[in-house]
């Protein structure tokens, strides 16, 4: 089948098939997989006018809801966390967009920037993996709320019994507390505020949405529970997204000698793998030990950093 604004032939079948593997463990960690297809498009694909960013950003919006909705339905949604992260990466995406079309239509040596950033913080989740200590007998907020599942299972209270769903104690611009499986946590909302304006340009650039970089962010460098970051990261991400579409739509008017709109047709047919895997993913997520879902993060980073770091090594 022919897709004539990427300019690229591919089976239909093909696109939906990647995207719910991909979206699958992806979603897990709070990543909608837009990172990962966006080198499969380019390089497998062969879609590279900057118009692939704004199909992957189609991409999230079709495919994101689903696995929102699960996090919602099971309580593990931080609201303040959300609105905080989708305040900062907002006017971030809108920047990235105009860098990427404007400075960047071949974007090599930002490349190596941003690839160097996924690799600081993959390798700082890598290291936190193998030689991050607990305290003896002290199980994590993480391991409790494996605990709860499992005593549901064993017990059959499956209507009555509920795992842990985090309750908002505060919420301010500056400050973010809740509470999940008796663990008081608290986020310093000016952090996370900058840090998704940084996220929303590297996403705006590369039509990444910015979950690949603030999910893991969340988890290495501010130590919330993964089962907490998912929802929040994955709905910035929808946001986000439905602004930068919009933006490289009204934008393609005045570039006529470039392809700047979104493939729609492809992206659709990427998202509707991916609004079934991104279901699945969150649907499956609670009962996937913390340990694994922060591996698929450390592989997921360390894949992105390694395909945009690899052309300047070899």
Not at 31 to 55: H, N
Not at 88 to 107: E, F, H, N, Q
Request: proline residues 6%.
């Amino acid at each position: 089948m022919y897709f004539p604004v990427a300019d690229i032939e591919v089976n239909p079948l093909v696109p939906p098939l990647i995207a719910f593997v991909i979206s699958l463990f992806t979603s897990m960690g709070g990543v909608s997989g837009a990172f990962l297809l966006l080198p499969f498009q380019v390089s497998i694909l062969g879609f590279t006018s900057p118009a692939v960013s704004s199909t992957n950003q189609l991409f999230n919006i079709v495919a994101i809801p689903s696995g929102v909705y699960r996090y919602i339905r099971e309580g593990r949604m931080v609201w303040p966390l959300t609105w905080i992260v989708i305040i900062g990466t907002l006017p971030g995406v809108l920047v990235g967009a105009i860098v990427r079309i404007k400075y960047l239509p071949d974007p090599k040596n930002f490349k190596l920037f941003v690839g160097l950033v996924l690799l600081y913080i993959g390798a700082r989740l890598l290291k936190d993996l193998f030689f991050t200590k607990k305290k003896t007998g002290t199980p994590s907020t993480e391991e409790r709320f494996q605990q709860q599942l499992k005593h549901q299972g064993t017990t059959g209270e499956n209507k009555s019994f509920q795992p842990s769903r985090v309750v908002v104690r505060q919420w301010t611009l500056s400050r973010i507390v809740y509470d999940f499986c008796g663990e008081t946590i608290t986020v310093n909302g000016y952090a996370v505020m900058l840090l998704s304006l940084i996220v929303g340009m590297v996403g705006g650039v590369y039509g990444i949405g910015g979950g690949s970089i603030i999910a893991p962010f969340f988890v290495s460098f501010l130590g919330l529970p993964v089962y907490t970051v998912a929802g929040a990261a994955l709905m910035g991400t929808f946001v986000t997204s439905v602004a930068g579409v919009i933006f490289y739509q009204i934008l393609a008017p005045y570039y006529p000698g470039m392809v700047i709109a979104p493939d729609w047709l492809l992206g659709f047919l990427f998202g509707i793998g991916g609004f079934a895997g991104m279901y699945c993913g969150a649907r499956l997520q609670k009962f996937v030990p913390a340990k694994y879902i922060k591996w698929i993060l450390v592989v997921c980073l360390l894949f992105t950093a390694g395909k945009y770091i690899g052309p300047f090594l070899f």
